[in-house]
């Protein structure tokens, strides 16, 4: 346990609200740009004529766009620093948000939707690794948890925002455009943020990493946090190639990022995101003002409230609980929503309405903010902007995949057998944790990165 663990709340200077405000309106547009697109579909078909295939396209290239950003984010975060990424991210988003709006056809809108689907990636990488980087290591779960929670508040904003502006048809415009705002809202943050003072001491600048440390934790002793960093960027005479983030050495925190990337999508959360207003459909609640109002309380307004949970407990009783408790909710709960389409009985529409209520409460205090925040502690710094890249893209690819071929998987096996997949995701997915990831908690990234080195030193009570 580090001595930084042990002091829990040391006090976070005003810099350092400024890296929190950063890291929340970069989740925030990520969440916006995520729920939006439900509400402004129909406008837009209505718009352009569009037929099903360019529908999808519209939906989809965002998703296309954050796989492509991701992967470009983890290089230019490592060559630019983390700061100008999230600045590109915020010209982006915002350069985007305006094509959208005043796209005069398909062409132009897809366009848009591309590049601000770059930004979602680009900032997915940077934000969460800046956060990661900056935060004392007391603090590292609940500064990346942050991010979470303003990812859930942008999509429940989006969910509010489509029904607001749901009466006219040439509406959409505003809701696409509306990102805009937070785009510029966030390039003015980053303006005013810290480089990452890890990230300076990589490339060489260790004046202006003194300063800027000085500046965010004044009052701390900044000799052992210095020597500490550069103790583990050592070897590190320049960032490492592309072979080397594969490389054996690094293979056990690569699998377990991309593994907690992979299960954080394929135990269903986006289907149950995108397609809610479906689900509650055949649940029974018949009008759509019904499936609306399901959709954003029980899900939207619900993901926000039990994100905090999270927020409380990460760095009191660590990850591994959180992802462990969260699991076998998400795993329960999804097996009686299968269970209540089957019976199809009187309760069944009560029986989805609780059931998925207890998924997303699962969901939000465990794989939603600890996937992120693991992924972003376990690498070593040498590595860490690319491998989190690839974990990060890896999680796009997974969205797009469950998010593609949900509706072809409820129509070739049923509703029930579909829940009961993502049950078995998250039975698997237990099992998969209790045995492979270690606890991070209360360590400094300097310490974790000891564990790939030896891995003797995780802790039995970590494994077990
Ligand atoms: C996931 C998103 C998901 C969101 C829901 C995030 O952690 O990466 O795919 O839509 O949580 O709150």
Same mark, same amino acid.
């Given at each position: ?115 601000? @689907? ?9 934000? &969460? ?41 040439? *509406? ?97 959360? *986006? ?59 998400? @795993? ?35 794989? @939603? ?10 690498? &070593? ?59 991070? *908690? ?23």
């Amino acid at each position: 346990m580090s001595k930084e663990a042990g002091t829990g709340a040391e006090r976070l200077s005003a810099l350092m609200m400024v890296v929190v405000a950063v890291i929340i309106l970069a989740g925030m547009l990520f969440g916006y740009d995520q729920g939006v697109i439900s509400g402004a579909l129909s406008g837009i078909k209505k718009s352009f004529g569009l037929g099903p295939t360019l529908l999808e396209v519209v939906t989809s290239w965002v998703t296309l766009g954050a796989l492509v950003g991701s992967l470009i984010g983890g290089e230019l975060a490592d060559r630019i620093g983390r700061k100008k990424a999230v600045l590109a991210a915020g010209v982006l988003f915002t350069l985007g948000a305006l094509l959208q709006s005043i796209a005069p056809d398909t062409l132009v809108l897809v366009g848009g939707r591309l590049i601000i @689907g770059i930004g979602v990636g680009l900032a997915a990488v940077a934000a &969460p690794l800046y956060g990661a980087e900056l935060a004392p290591a007391s603090w590292r779960g609940r500064f990346v948890s942050a991010y979470q929670l303003a990812i859930t508040i942008g999509i429940f904003l989006a969910y509010q925002v489509d029904a607001v502006l749901s009466g006219e048809e040439s *509406n959409w415009r505003l809701m696409l455009g509306a990102a805009a705002v937070a785009g510029i809202a966030l390039f003015l943050a980053a303006l005013a943020a810290p480089e990452s003072p890890r990230w300076l001491l990589k490339v060489g600048r260790k004046e202006e990493a003194l300063a800027e440390l000085r500046a965010v934790r004044p009052g701390v002793d900044q000799a052992p946090v210095v020597a500490a960093i550069e103790g583990s960027l050592r070897e590190e005479a320049h960032n490492a190639s592309w072979a080397e983030v594969f490389d054996r050495r690094w293979r056990r925190p690569l699998m377990l990022a991309v593994g907690l990337a992979i299960y954080q999508q394929i135990t269903g959360i *986006n289907a149950i995101i995108y397609y809610a207003d479906g689900i509650f459909a055949s649940a029974g609640f018949t009008t759509p003002a019904a499936q609306t109002m399901a959709t954003t309380w029980a899900i939207g307004a619900v993901n926000v409230l039990a994100t905090f949970i999270a927020i409380a407990y990460i760095d009191k009783i660590g990850r591994r609980p959180l992802l462990l408790a969260g699991l076998v909710g998400m @795993g329960v709960s999804l097996f009686a929503v299968g269970c209540a389409f089957l019976s199809k009985g009187g309760a069944a529409g009560a029986v989805t309405l609780v059931g998925l209520v207890i998924f997303i409460i699962s969901f939000a205090f465990s794989l @939603g903010p600890v996937v992120w925040t693991v992924i972003n502690e376990v690498f &070593p710094s040498r590595v860490r902007g690319r491998a989190v890249a690839v974990a990060t893209a890896v999680n796009w690819g997974a969205a797009f995949v469950v998010s593609q071929f949900f509706l072809t998987l409820v129509e070739a096996i049923g509703r029930p057998a579909t829940f009961w997949l993502f049950t078995f995701f998250c039975v698997t997915g237990w099992v998969w944790v209790w045995r492979r990831v270690p606890e991070t *908690n209360g360590r400094t990234l300097e310490e974790i990165e000891l564990f790939w080195a030896e891995p003797a030193l995780v802790p039995a009570a970590d494994r077990s």
